[in-house]
Nanobody, 127 residues
Framework: QVQLVESGGGLVQAGGSLRLSCAVS????????MGWFRQAPGKEREFVAR????????NYADYVKGRFTISRDNAKNTVYLQMNSLKPEDTAVYYC????????????????????WGQGTQVTVSS
């Protein structure tokens, strides 16, 4: 059983910053690629960012590119999402997710491709 627990959400003014953390326990952390998704009320869950096993490759949704940074610390079994220049449109529940990499670490941006999910953490950006 793999457990993912997000933290770091909160309320911030537009233009501000937050850093989300996702602590992972269970199977070897370095065997998993990690991603962040978000879901606003009345909207579908959408992809935010993904990072490969070693942390050397990342990909982002266009609407966060240049503002958000995903990173990981395999020694701490933790993945992060640094969010800068936040906008009210970023308001959502943010979810940490993981998928097991069995061969090539291909980029995945579809929620259906992820095997494990955290409980989510609320991010609210006020104007």
């Amino acid at each position: 059983q793999v457990q993912l627990v997000e933290s770091g959400g909160g309320l911030v003014q537009a233009g501000g910053s937050l850093r989300l953390s996702c602590a992972v326990s269970g199977r070897t952390f370095s065997s998993y690629a990690m991603g962040w998704f978000r879901q606003a009320p009345g909207k579908e869950r959408e992809f935010v960012a993904r990072i490969n096993r070693s942390g050397g490759n990342t990909n982002y949704a266009d609407y966060v590119k240049g503002r958000f940074t995903i990173s990981r610390d395999n020694a701490k079994n933790t993945v992060y999402l640094q969010m800068n220049s936040l906008k009210p449109e970023d308001t959502a529940v943010y979810y940490c997710a993981a998928y097991l990499v069995s061969n090539n670490d291909r980029a995945r941006s579809a929620a259906r491709d992820y095997d494990y999910w955290g409980q989510g953490t609320q991010v609210t950006v006020s104007s």
